[in-house]
Nanobody, 117 residues
């Protein structure tokens, strides 16, 4: 089992910044990828960014590239999402996700980010 706990969401004005954290515990493997997925009100879930624990390779959705940065602290089993120049369309619940080598998906409960003036 893997447990994922997100934190860091909140209300921010357009152009502002937030940093989300995802603390992972349980049977974590360095080969399992970590990602941030978001769901805006009335819409489906959307991939935001992903990272591998081992090599640190990253990938981003086109809509956030250049504004968001995903990183990891292996010693703390924590993944971060630094979000800069936030826009109203970034408003969503942000979920931390991983998939084990057995194909099992694990999700956190999510943290709400609201971008509004």
């Amino acid at each position: 089992q893997v447990q994922l706990v997100e934190s860091g969401g909140g209300l921010v004005q357009p152009g502002g910044s937030l940093r989300l954290s995802c603390a992972a515990s349980g049977r974590i493997s360095s080969s399992d990828p970590m990602s941030w997925i978001r769901q805006a009100p009335g819409k489906g879930r959307e991939f935001v960014a992903g990272i591998s624990w081992s090599g640190g390779s990253t990938n981003y959705a086109a809509s956030v590239k250049g504004r968001f940065t995903i990183s990891s602290d292996n010693a703390k089993n924590t993944v971060y999402l630094q979000m800069n120049n936030l826009k109203p369309e970034d408003t969503a619940v942000y979920y931390c996700h991983t998939r084990s080598s057995y194909g099992v998906d694990y999700w956190g409960k999510g943290t709400l980010v609201t971008v509004s003036s």
